[in-house]
């Protein structure tokens, strides 16, 4: 699950419990957000994608569905790892 341009995986915190029952869920929030330590980094889809590669792979998630709301949703999609991408679902 990936959270909007400025929010946090608390976002997420009526869904998780409900989707956990049927699927693995993975939230983790970008640096400079949430209870990650601040940075000066612009916030952008390019650094959001990479983010969410990057955790990705570290994690061994392979092909997934991606979820979540806003700019977190829409950064898969500029990703050079979109091939990894099964499905989406977007959050309002």
């Known amino acids: ?5 400025f929010g946090t995986v608390e976002d997420f915190s ?10 693995k869920v993975v939230a983790f ?3 400079g957000h949430g209870h990650t330590a601040d940075n000066k980094e612009p916030v952008s889809f390019v650094t959001m994608s990479e983010y969410t590669s990057i955790s990705s792979k570290r994690w061994g998630l392979g092909r997934r569905t991606s979820s979540g709301g806003a700019m977190g949703q829409s950064s898969p999609f500029f990703s050079p790892f979109l091939d990894q991408i099964r499905s989406s679902a977007w959050f309002a």
């Open 1 to 5: 699950m990936l959270h909007g341009g």
């Open 29 to 31: 929030e970008r640096p």
């Open 14 to 23: 009526s869904q998780i419990p409900i989707l956990a029952k049927h699927f």
